[in-house]
């Protein structure tokens, strides 16, 4: 019995990390300071863009759960040791979260009686793109802010 308390209390420290980037605005980078995000100054943006990008290269189980609903961003994340790649998104309103292969392109469950993708499966993509476009176009629209000295 101790030997299984002992390896529940390992999983639990040590968890399942992986690899996350993400693109929010620069208003909302605290936010993800606070989950263990930070930014990155080799890949973003001019220094008055509403946007940066963040990465968090120890993020445990993708911050399954932690993630803001109420705020708009758009990422990836790497392969866990219990969960493949994915990408999420969120508009503010809406999240949602799409399976993707390791050198992109999306993963959906097959039914191999039918020889098909699943229907929750393929509704679930659709769902990603719209709430993906709707951040894109968002982000488009932002005006330049004022860097901070």
């Known amino acids: ?5 002992h390896n529940a209390l390992i999983i639990h420290i040590m968890g399942d990390r992986c690899y996350m980037e993400l693109t929010c605005r620069r208003q909302d980078q605290g936010r993800f ?3 263990g995000f930070t930014a990155q100054d080799w890949d973003n943006p001019a220094s008055d863009s509403a946007t ?9 189980y993708a911050h399954y759960g932690a993630m803001p609903t109420d705020i708009p961003y758009l990422g990836v994340h790497g392969a866990g040791g219990d969960y493949g790649s994915g990408a999420y998104v969120c ?4 999240y949602a ?5 390791n050198t992109g392109g999306f993963v959906v469950d ?4 039918k020889r098909r993708p699943l229907p ?9 793109l719209i709430v993906r476009d709707k951040v894109r176009e968002l982000f488009k ?7 901070s000295p």
């Open 141 to 147: 629209t932002l005006p330049p802010t004022t860097p």
């Open 110 to 113: 097959w039914d191999e009686e």
């Open 1 to 5: 019995m101790a030997g299984r308390t």
């Open 97 to 101: 979260e799409v399976g993707r292969g």
């Open 52 to 60: 940066i990008i963040m990465v968090d290269e120890e993020a445990n």
């Open 91 to 94: 508009d503010g309103k809406e």
């Open 120 to 128: 929750r499966s393929l509704r679930g993509v659709r769902r990603y």
């Open 33 to 35: 300071e606070a989950l």
